[in-house]
């Protein structure tokens, strides 16, 4: 048989592995093998050979069923037995039968058909494909009492395994057709020859044998085929789940946990994801292996749509709870392939004012505690590879201010078993000092104590130790005052986690590859030559790139109704670039397919999140965007029109619970600002209001009129809040509509150009300022930028939410000033270099009154209570 397989399979272009296993082998060591190659996505088709008292149902059932080509499996034959033969293989063997005797002629209606001696899967297909030709079966075992009387009575005999010598033949009557597939096809036995007597029709075990060979490598040529199907992108086949809205609208929280989310493997087969390319993290998230975009890159990408807006309240605005109901409404209302692409929350404000960021009402991520508490733990792990760099950085210098250079250099090369080899990343440092030397011994002093000496400048340090709390009191430390520290203290901070410069490269990287790459470029210091210092050079890079592997692979969660949402990578969008991966969006875009959406979001207004989106994401991934929503509220135009000022945590004053017309009218200035700032990228605005329950009619006409007129493609009200994707249909539309038209995309600026154009021209085109006034310290900081060959990098502003300006109170459209500049710091393992405008805190501080006075665990069900 093996013989048999073999020859059919070359003819066919197909590989056959034989797999043998010591005769002994146990029950178990035969399931451990057949999961192994279950798991091996280079093998369609797996059958069995094995002694037939092995033949359990634990061994038959570990076979996966689209692998099982000789339908063994009881979800294989359960397809047959309900009629859904076309989904699923059934036994060559039994189909050998069947085609054997109708192509001798015989008509199976209506005869009676006898099975001697099948077992198992073989016996319950051939007596269920008997019954769909409309015979009458009947199944009998060799030492059946009654099997004489059957044996005469049946038209047709089918021997199912060899016939015992006690049996004689003329117990079969002449004339009747007998069929022998008695040749085990699993265990490999063949039984004894059919003797030459003179039956109305004796199909021999050998033509059985040869068609149920060639009916198996069929069933193999099918199952490769539906994987070679599966490669390729199709419109999904997504359950969504339904959603019964409540009022008044329960808490998030409420919302969350009244939702049961699917199985997150479920979901990833809904999208198109194979099993080896998800790591399961519990019942509801997933991490998404980047060999998916190897698999998928000659798939058309999807249409790529930014969620952005206006200047915000210090209470948010929405920006994504709308991203969350566009997808929700394009994919469970529409049947639109689309997909969200949502950061990473800080726990910072999780625990401090802003609260969670899994959107809100009926448009979230679910399930929103484990969304906005540790998910994977990424943040967990870019915040111990920042802090190992920034002990490395301190510990080496202590090492040089203590050790000669012959101590430094035997310590940093050590004698291991005899013999001293420079590390990888050593070899590389040798390169980049121009000694090309391999053997440790060969170094002349010069070289040695240029090779072990980093010279670090203490006062150019600028990478920070952090830690994703809010904690104000580490915004400025003294280190180092311990004794065992021989005297080396400086004072140094603690950033924020998610401001990280490690946080910008997971977002912006690409590849395993290029993140490492990125790491070993990043310029922690400068050296007392003035030159760049870089994590390469202190020999971290490969430790900082083991601590990231599993983080750069995006987070798979859900809505709540049930649709794919990417949660990948953090930044800040005031002290950063603020958004999500490339890495998400660039497999998101490939798993929708052309017809499909990717939506993500910008933080913050679109002055600074979307800006940054455009010139520095869409720079590192090469992606064109087709579509600007822009979110809008009634509260936050508002507040542009000279409203009251808004603080978290205090109730709102009457103007904006009550219709106050002139206010939206005053306050629309800012939003047909950031239309204009969108205009200038060259793509399509969308404005998204966001409806509140205080809002009126008239007020939510005006702002969708007015935003048409400040040139808008359209002006949508949405109602996901309080009903879900339902709510946003009419935004859904909008989008599409958009989408279909030419992009224009442009970047603002040419990287090439001199730094301080870069910034000015963000500050004029993007903010409305007069000019830029640069402090020596930035003026010093961009020369030396430039010196070191980093002045072609895009620039990332570090400049308030709260305003156009960089003075918070400064409302509406602020005009004639003067953006100030106070210091320059550059990012460049990331790709940018960042001007910080006017005082910006990398440490956020808690409130007096702080979210984690409402958060809470129960301890009997172990749920968690209050977050918002």
Same mark, same amino acid.
């Given at each position: 048989?093996? =013989? ?29 093998? *057949? ?87 073989? =016996? ?11 015979? #009458? ?49 699993? @265990? ?33 040529? @099918? ?47 809904? *999208? ?5 390319? *998800? ?68 726990? !910072? ?6 609260? !969670? ?127 065992? =520290? ?16 490690? #946080? ?10 290029? $993140? ?40 798979? #969660? ?51 999140? #979307? ?43 009457? =103007? ?111 903010? !409305? ?25 895009? *620039? ?32 460049? !393992? ?9 005082? $910006? ?28």
């Amino acid at each position: 048989m093996q =013989e048999i397989n073999q020859n059919l399979a070359e003819e066919t272009g197909l590989n056959i592995t034989h797999i043998c296993l010591p005769p002994d082998s146990s029950e178990a060591e035969i399931i451990d093998e *057949i999961l192994k190659i279950n798991e091996d996505t280079r093998v369609h088709g797996l059958a069995l050979q094995i002694s037939e008292n092995l033949f359990s149902n634990k061994v038959l059932n570990a076979l996966k069923p689209e692998k099982d080509v000789d339908g063994v499996t009881d979800i294989n034959l359960g397809k047959l037995v309900r009629g859904d033969a076309h989904e699923c293989f059934v036994s060559p063997v039994a189909k050998a039968v069947i085609e054997l005797l109708e192509k001798s002629g015989v008509n199976l209606d209506g005869k009676k058909i006898l099975v001697v001696g099948a077992h198992g899967s073989l =016996e319950a297909a051939l007596q269920c494909l008997f019954q769909r030709k409309g015979s #009458m079966t009947m199944s009998s075992q060799w030492k059946t009492p009654q099997l004489q009387r059957k044996l005469h009575e049946a038209d047709i005999v089918v021997l199912g395994s060899r016939k015992p010598e006690e049996i004689p033949l003329t117990w079969i009557q002449p004339g009747i057709t007998v069929l022998n597939c008695s040749h085990d096809f699993l @265990s490999g036995k063949v039984g004894c020859g059919s003797p030459s007597i003179h039956f109305g029709g004796l199909i021999e075990e050998d033509d059985v044998s040869l068609l149920a060979a060639a009916l198996r490598i069929q069933n193999m040529v @099918s199952s490769g085929r539906r994987w070679l199907r599966e490669q390729q992108h199709r419109r999904w086949r997504l359950h969504c789940l339904k959603l019964q809205p409540l009022s008044p609208v329960p808490s998030d929280i409420e919302i969350s946990r009244g939702q049961t989310p699917k199985a997150v493997d479920v979901l990833a087969k809904e *999208i198109g994801l194979l099993a080896d390319e *998800i790591e399961i993290y519990g019942k509801s998230k997933a991490k998404v292996r980047l060999s998916v975009l190897e698999r998928l890159k000659n798939q058309a990408d999807g249409k790529y749509v930014l969620v952005a807006g206006i200047t915000p309240t210090p209470l948010g605005e929405g920006k994504s709870t709308v991203t969350i109901g566009l997808v929700q409404a394009l994919t469970a209302h529409l049947n639109v392939n689309s997909f969200a692409c949502l950061r990473q929350p800080s726990q !910072g404000p999780t625990f401090g004012v802003k609260g !969670g960021a899994a959107g809100g009402g009926y448009a979230q991520v679910i399930p929103m505690e484990e969304f906005n508490l540790h998910l994977t733990g990424d943040i967990h792990a870019i915040t111990a590879a920042n802090n190992l760099l920034a002990a490395a950085i301190d510990t080496r210098i202590l090492h040089e201010n203590t050790q000669t250079d012959k101590a430094l250099y035997n310590r940093l090369v050590p004698l291991v078993n005899g013999v001293r080899e420079f590390s990888e990343i050593q070899l590389a440092r040798l390169k980049k000092l121009g000694i090309n030397k391999t053997d440790p011994s060969t170094l002349t002093e010069e070289e040695v104590s240029k090779f072990a000496r980093l010279d670090i400048n203490p006062s150019t340090i600028t990478w920070q130790r952090v830690l994703d709390t809010n904690d104000r009191f580490l915004r400025k430390i003294t280190i180092g005052q311990g004794n065992t =520290e021989k005297g080396y203290s400086r004072q140094a901070q603690f950033d924020i986690a998610v401001a990280s410069e490690i #946080m910008a490269v997971l977002a912006l990287t690409d590849s395993l590859a290029d $993140m490492k790459a990125r790491l070993g470029r990043m310029v922690v210091a400068t050296d007392k030559s003035r030159q760049p210092v870089t994590a390469d050079d202190l020999g971290v890079t490969g430790a900082l790139t083991v601590l990231m592997k599993d983080a750069i692979k995006p987070n798979l #969660m859900q809505t709540l109704e049930g649709t794919p949402v990417f949660v990948h990578a953090g930044p800040f969008a005031n002290i950063a670039h603020g958004n999500s991966s490339v890495l998400a969006d660039k497999i998101a875009l490939k798993l929708v397919g052309e017809e499909g959406f990717v939506v993500t979001e910008a933080g913050f207004g679109a002055d600074i999140g #979307m800006e940054k989106f455009f010139n520095i994401k869409c720079r590192a991934s090469g992606l064109v965007p087709n579509v600007v929503v822009l979110v809008a509220t009634v509260r936050a135009l508002k507040m542009h029109g000279g409203g009251p000022s808004v603080t978290a945590g205090v109730p709102l004053k009457k =103007e904006y619970t009550e219709e106050n017309i002139q206010l939206v009218a005053d306050g629309c200035c800012n939003l047909q600002k950031q239309i204009q700032i969108a205009q200038l990228f060259g793509v399509p605005v969308v404005v998204a209001l966001n409806v509140f329950k205080t809002d009126t009619r008239a007020e939510i006409d005006l702002v969708c009129e007015l935003a048409k007129r400040a040139g808008a493609f359209d002006a949508v009200p949405c109602y996901h809040w309080s009903v879900g994707g339902k709510g946003s249909v009419d935004l859904a539309r909008a989008v599409r509509e958009a989408a279909s038209k030419r992009s224009r995309f442009q970047f603002l600026y040419d990287v090439q150009l001199p730094v301080v154009d870069k910034i000015r021209t963000i500050a004029q085109a993007v903010y !409305g300022a007069k000019d830029i006034e640069l402090s020596p310290e930035a003026q010093a900081k961009i020369d030396r930028y430039t010196q070191q060959g980093f002045g072609n990098l895009p *620039i990332c502003m570090a400049k308030t939410h709260l305003s156009l300006s960089h003075e918070p109170d400064k409302k509406g459209v602020p005009r004639d000033f003067i953006l100030p500049i106070s210091d320059v710091r550059a990012s460049i !393992g990331a790709g940018f270099i960042y001007p910080l405008v006017g005082t $910006m805190s990398t440490m956020p501080g808690l409130p007096t009154r702080p979210c984690f006075y409402d958060i809470d665990l129960d301890t009997e069900t172990e749920q968690v209570k209050g977050l918002f």
